[in-house]
């Protein structure tokens, strides 16, 4: 899949004609960027009139207190989005970090300007905020997720808590999840250590069997 074929499929743009699609990237001032891995895409404290969007490679989204605590909310994978909400709220900073995952190339849209403005007289407009719509529901249900996963008091409760959920979203009990143990261990709120013994103990009981980041849940 080319690069014109990522931004057409991108939950966004869903609906919009192949012209409506071209006046959207203009007004929205469409620039691209690419990353290494480890860096910084944007930064708690600042301010941002850009929804990002994943074009190659991936994105962590995660929380860093001034005492060198780290917290991973969420993974973003290629066509998906991050500060979207801060985008939309004039002047709101950002609470969290946006770091490369991996190499990434990243599509910046500026919709804060759009939406604040008064004019939504044409089709691609109406197209996008709705789409939009949809896309901030997603994150909000995202967001519910992780509250369910990190609610448990012990590791494995909170493993399991969160692999279930992969199970009943991907429909299968195998499936790749998209962190490593490092950041499957700050999206728990888990000592990585912890993480790690317990899910040893987890396989070695026949619960369940994993590889890397390829896990399969054991049903009787």
């Known amino acids: 899949m080319n690069k014109e074929e990522i931004i057409s499929g991108i939950m966004l743009f869903q609906g919009m004609t192949e012209d409506?699609?071209?006046?959207?990237?203009?007004?929205?001032?469409?620039?691209?960027?690419?990353?290494?891995?480890?860096?910084l895409i944007l930064t708690a404290g600042s301010?941002?009139?850009?929804?990002?969007?994943?074009?190659?490679?991936?994105?962590?989204?995660?929380?860093?207190?001034?005492?060198?605590?780290?917290?991973?909310?969420?993974?973003v994978a290629a066509q998906g989005f991050f500060a979207e909400t801060y985008a939309i709220l004039k002047d709101e900073p950002l609470m969290v970090d946006a770091v490369a995952n991996e190499n990434c190339d990243i599509l910046f849209l500026n919709i804060g300007g759009l939406l604040r403005g008064n004019s939504f007289s044409e089709a691609w407009q109406?197209?996008?905020t709705r789409n939009l719509?949809?896309?901030?529901?997603n994150k909000n249900i995202m967001l519910s997720n992780r509250s369910f996963h990190t609610s448990p008091k012990n590791a494995r409760g909170r493993i399991q808590a969160y692999l279930n959920s992969v199970t009943l979203k991907v429909g299968s009990n195998e499936f790749d999840i998209p962190f490593?143990?490092?950041?499957?261990?700050?999206?728990?709120?888990?000592?990585?250590?912890?993480l790690s013994r317990e899910l040893s103990k987890m396989k070695s009981e026949g619960i369940?069997?994993?590889?890397?980041?390829?896990?399969?849940?054991?049903?009787?």
């Open 47 to 75: 301010i941002t009139d850009d929804i990002g969007v994943v074009v190659k490679g991936s994105v962590t989204i995660e929380s860093n207190d001034m005492w060198g605590n780290r917290t991973v909310l969420n993974n």
């Open 126 to 128: 109406m197209k996008l």
């Open 208 to 220: 369940i069997n994993y590889k890397k980041n390829h896990f399969v849940i054991i049903q009787e």
């Open 180 to 194: 490593d143990r490092e950041q499957m261990a700050d999206y728990l709120n888990l000592d990585r250590s912890a």
């Open 20 to 39: 409506e699609l071209k006046t959207a990237l203009v007004k929205l001032n469409k620039r691209e960027k690419s990353y290494k891995k480890g860096d």
């Open 133 to 137: 719509l949809m896309i901030t529901a």
